[in-house]
């Protein structure tokens, strides 16, 4: 019942920036935590960044002090503003939310290209 939708992805040069949102519709319930994650090619998917509700935010080593992440949760959404932005950030970027029962739901993904 739980739908997350993304936005924001695209084609950028290296140094350049974007702005990632995802919200979540179809249902009432308040997210313990939402983030994002990222996939490239013959890779896992990996977190990027978390952002519990009330608590502290978490980045992966690769883009901390380069990344933001933020949600308004009155609009059950998630943000990732992206600056500095390098080819190897490149890859399928996917908006997750677990609820307090430990569910987690996943977006259908949004393309970022960063091109050198």
């Known amino acids: 019942q739980v739908q997350l939708r993304e936005s924001g992805g695209g084609l950028v040069q290296a140094g350049g920036s974007l702005s990632l949102s995802c919200t979540a519709s179809?249902?009432?319930?308040?997210?313990?935590?939402m983030g994002w994650y990222r996939q490239v090619p013959g890779k896992q998917r990996e977190l990027v960044a978390t952002?519990?509700?009330?608590?502290?935010?978490n980045y992966a080593d690769s883009v901390k002090g380069r990344f933001t992440i933020s949600r308004d949760n009155s609009l059950k959404t998630v943000y990732l503003q992206m600056n500095s932005l390098k080819p190897e950030d490149t890859g399928i970027y996917y908006c997750?939310?677990?609820?307090?029962?430990?569910?987690?739901?996943w977006g259908q993904g949004t393309q970022v290209t960063v091109s050198s």
């Open positions: 952002i519990p509700s009330g608590g502290r935010t």
């Open positions: 997750n939310a677990a609820d307090w029962g430990g569910r987690a739901y």
């Open positions: 179809g249902t009432l319930i308040n997210f313990y935590a």
